[in-house]
């Protein structure tokens, strides 16, 4: 099963990891223990490499830092990531709506349906 998208919330002590399609969800949290905040950003990005579009979302300067960190590591990356939202603590459920409804939005204009695609 191929879970094309990601959706990370982070702060200073947790990232919380979703893949998910629209179907099916699988959610991680990836708590920041004594190593360095390079290798918690390298643990977290190996996380997210084969999530086609990825929302990274939390609370502070974290997401930015995250984002930002994968940029300099791996521009290919980072031009998957489609935003940089604030965002408060959610639940799994809360977070994985936001992140649904954020991407339903994004995918739309590029979004054929059936019948359009046979008129062509």
């Given at each position: ?11 200073d002590a947790h ?67 489609f935003e940089v939202?604030?965002l408060g603590r ?31």
């Open positions: 099963m191929s879970l094309d998208h990601a959706v990370v919330w982070l702060d990232a919380q990891i979703i893949h998910f399609d629209w179907r099916h969800a699988d959610s991680r949290v990836l708590p920041r223990g004594t190593e360095s905040l390079d290798a918690w950003y390298e643990a977290l990005a190996a996380m997210v490499t084969d999530a086609e579009e990825i929302l990274v979302a939390g609370t502070g300067a974290s997401p930015r830092q995250f984002t930002g960190w994968v940029q300099q590591v791996s521009p290919a990356q980072r031009a998957r990531i939202q604030s959610l639940s799994d459920r809360d977070l994985l709506a936001h992140a649904r409804r954020y991407f339903q939005r994004v995918d739309r204009p590029h979004h054929i349906e059936p019948d359009d695609a046979l008129a062509a």
